[in-house]
């Protein structure tokens, strides 16, 4: 059973850029929730997409946005990039919303690392 | 407010040591999760064990144990007989009923396992 796969997992923009990054689920899940991992802030919760619709979302700015698709595969969106962005994104499926809640518990990628220059 | 504290930044083991892990959650939620995650160098954050806060057994998966303390709201994990392979930064991690189950991190604590 294929893992949970985000592409690219290197990535290298310039301030002011936009940048999509890619999650692919593992079959079955339905769940796709990101996570941006930096030294200063650690582990901080993105957004969680359940069935096409964007259940919970963290405490970040709009610049940060993202979408799922019918298959459950999941996009991120980061506009006008800044320095502090640079940080490692992942992303993690689950059977059902949330994460331990219902069963479940999450199973990550292996990120998606973004520079910022 | 939701909060995981893992005061251990770094901790050293010798091989075939035993090492514990310690993690000190805050939630004024009654259901909640308690997860021991692994990240090792290539980034992928891997589960390892999982409590429920209705559940009063500890459990023992192999060499892992996990030690659940409601009274003072520890959740501590236990390596057995360790290994270099088990060389990485650990993860502690709350979710619970009122944030949507959303996984709260503890800062992590890296272990390095010397032959």
């Known amino acids: 059973k294929a893992g949970v796969t985000q592409t690219p997992r290197y990535l290298i923009k310039t301030r002011g850029q936009q940048v999509t990054l890619s999650c692919s689920p593992i079959?079955?899940?339905?769940?796709v929730s990101w996570y941006q991992q930096t030294p200063g802030q650690g582990l901080q919760f993105l957004f969680e997409y359940f069935s096409e619709t964007q259940r919970n979302k963290g405490n970040f700015p709009g610049r940060f946005s993202g979408r799922q698709f019918s298959n459950s595969r999941s996009e991120m969106n980061v506009s006008t990039l800044e320095l502090g962005d640079s940080a490692l994104y992942l992303c993690a499926s689950s059977l059902g919303l949330g994460t331990g809640g219902y069963g479940t518990e999450a199973f990550f990628g292996q990120g998606t690392r973004l520079t910022v220059v | 407010a939701q909060k995981v504290t893992q005061a251990q930044t770094e901790i050293s083991v010798v091989e075939k040591g035993d090492v514990t892990l310690d993690c000190v959650y805050e939630t004024r939620d009654t259901t909640y999760y308690l997860f021991w995650y692994k990240q090792p160098p290539s980034g992928e954050l891997v589960f390892l064990i999982r409590r429920n806060s209705f559940d009063e057994q500890n459990e023992i998966s192999g060499r892992y144990s996990r030690n659940f303390q409601k009274s003072t709201s520890s959740f501590n994990f236990t390596i057995t007989a360790s290994q270099v392979v088990d060389s990485a930064v650990y993860f502690c991690a709350l979710s619970e009923a009122g944030s949507s189950y959303k996984l709260i991190f503890g800062s992590g604590t890296r272990l390095l396992v010397r032959p």
């Open positions: 079959s079955g899940h339905r769940s």
